[in-house]
């Protein structure tokens, strides 16, 4: 079925709209409390998850990211996680990597008022750069590079991009869907109609082309700032459909993961990031 889309709900995406104002204050506003991870292997959680997905059995991927990460939008806080089921984004996750030794959603060294004053530049931000990996075996059935990056991240300039695309950008009437997905991939798993999406990779980095079979672990691309993203992040979601424009969001959780708890890091199996919970994953 093909979904009739307004261009607020397009700009969702990756949590551009609502959300990403507050993403846009990272240094500036402080969170409210933390909302833990949800673990299938767990009763209580398993039971609470399964309300919400209402029966949906999620499918469990390995984690596409190495090293600690925070997820900003997570289903585990609401569904729709980004406020829209449109674009297969029900199930959606934005990751970022951030300061955990400050409130907020710092994701840069430099000091918080010179972010505020000149901005901030693209390799000065935590996560920009790190590689993103296959989470499944599959087939690539698209890949889209070379929109260009903004290299200095300032609030006021990336908020009025994201509010020129609300006003400009029609994706029906345009097949590049680049200037608010940025660069992007979507893989196919092997044998099951499952396709995850990767939005706002690093420019250049793309590592596959159309048609290529990969293999689990495998190194697709690089995160990225491209499109309409106010930081550098991992849009990344599962969904039932290669075409973006008509897909259904499908639940998702990872298979293995370390999450950081008021006693230490602890291993997780099957769970599903909380909102600003720290988690990571090491490197194999």
């Not at 909302?35 to 398993?46: A, D, H, K, L, M």
């Not at 991939?185 to 590592?207: C, D, N, P």
């Not at 950081?260 to 199996?269: A, F, K, M, P, Q």
Request: glycine share 10%; net charge negative; proline share 5%.
């Amino acid at each position: 079925m093909t979904h009739s889309l307004s261009r607020r709900d397009f700009l969702r995406i990756a949590g551009v709209g609502v959300g990403a104002t507050a993403l846009t204050y990272s240094g500036l506003a402080a969170l409210a409390a933390r909302t833990p991870t949800i673990g299938f292997n767990e009763s209580e959680g398993e039971a609470s998850m399964n309300d919400k997905v209402k029966d949906q059995t999620p499918i469990i991927v390995e984690f596409p990211l190495r090293g600690e990460w925070a997820a900003y939008q997570t289903p585990a806080e609401r569904i729709p996680s980004h406020g829209t089921d449109q674009l297969g984004q029900r199930y959606a996750y934005d990751f970022v990597r951030i300061d955990k030794e400050q409130d907020g959603w710092k994701f840069f060294r430099a000091p918080t008022w010179q972010s505020n004053l000149v901005g901030v530049t693209l390799d000065d931000c935590y996560g920009w750069a790190e590689p993103i990996y296959a989470p499944f075996e599959g087939t690539v059935v698209t890949v889209q590079d070379g929109w260009p990056e903004r290299n200095r991240i300032h609030i006021l300039r990336e908020f009025a991009l994201s509010l020129k695309n609300s006003i400009a950008f029609d994706p029906r009437k345009t097949d590049d869907l680049r200037p608010v997905l940025g660069n992007h991939i979507i893989l196919k798993m092997t044998g099951k109609e499952v396709y995850a999406f990767f939005a706002h990779a690093r420019t250049g980095s793309v590592q596959v082309q159309d048609g290529d079979q990969v293999h689990l672990g495998q190194h697709l691309a690089d995160v990225g700032h491209s499109g309409n993203s106010m930081a550098p992040h991992l849009h990344f979601q599962l969904m039932d459909n290669a075409n973006v424009l008509e897909a259904n969001g499908l639940p998702c959780s990872f298979r293995e993961y370390e999450a950081l708890r008021d006693d230490g890091w602890i291993r997780v199996e099957a769970g599903i990031p909380g909102k600003r919970e720290f988690i990571r994953m090491k490197g194999k």
